[in-house]
């Protein structure tokens, strides 16, 4: 069964440019999560979709961050116009069940982003 | 948010078991314990959780104070494999899986 998969793996832009990240689920899997880690600091939540509803987008730092999911299957996460302060790495993971305990998240390897 | 506290990083030989502690005082009765790990160049990667009785599985166990205010993880033969960054998670109550809060973790060192 493949895992999570992350596209691209790296991307280098220059502040002001528009980046879109992607990210494949497991298949079947309605939840999806998006995570980052910026420089020197902890992984941090960003938001949740179940299938192609956000359930909750409380980690998002501001609107130059919009998350999709179009048809609950692949999502997006494209950040316009980035700045210097989004460079990191941005994860995505999935599950099959949300919440209690059996929710255990499948983590993908991650998009590099650095912003010039 | 509840937190969690561990060590910033530890050292182990190969084929000898590391014990990883964790402490989250303020833990609720509700929160269930999740570990996970993060080997270079990967995402985290989950180990496992519990509640309030110790757990097995085939990757590491994990050992629950009775007061839950700290646990440890049990890796029972490290390999060099094993060497990442270990978080210690509570997972916070709610109706979706969305209260994963990473602390700084632990980076595990393994010698040969």
């Known amino acids: 069964e493949a895992g999570v998969t992350q596209f691209p793996s790296h991307s280098v832009i220059e502040k002001g440019q528009t980046v879109t990240l992607r990210c494949d689920p497991i298949?079947?899997?309605?939840?999806l999560y998006w995570y980052r880690r910026v420089m020197g600091k902890e992984i941090k939540f960003l938001l949740h979709f179940v299938k192609e509803s956000k359930q909750d987008e409380s980690g998002m730092p501001n609107n130059r961050f919009l998350a999709e999911r179009t048809g609950g299957t692949y999502s997006t996460l494209k950040v316009q116009p980035a700045e210097l302060e989004d460079s990191g790495v941005y994860f995505c993971?999935?599950?099959?069940?949300?919440?209690?305990?059996?929710?255990?998240?499948?983590f993908g390897p991650g998009t590099r982003l650095t912003v010039l | 948010d509840a937190k969690t506290t561990q060590p910033n990083s530890m050292e182990s030989n190969e084929e000898e078991p590391v014990h990883l502690p964790c402490n989250h005082s303020?833990?609720?009765?509700?929160?269930?314990i999740h570990w996970y790990r993060q080997l270079p160049s990967q995402g985290p990667e989950y180990v496992i959780h519990?509640?309030?009785s110790n757990v097995n599985n085939r990757m590491a166990s994990l050992a629950i104070a009775e007061d839950r205010k700290s646990s440890t993880l049990i890796l029972h033969r490290a390999t060099l494999r094993d060497a990442a960054v270990y978080y210690c998670i509570l997972r916070l109550p709610g109706d979706y899986g969305q209260n994963f809060v990473f602390g700084p973790g632990t980076r595990l060192s393994v010698l040969p």
């Open positions: 519990g509640l309030t």
């Open positions: 298949s079947g899997h309605d939840n």
């Open positions: 303020t833990i609720s009765g509700t929160d269930y």
């Open positions: 993971a999935s599950s099959l069940y949300a919440g209690g305990p059996g929710d255990t998240q499948y």
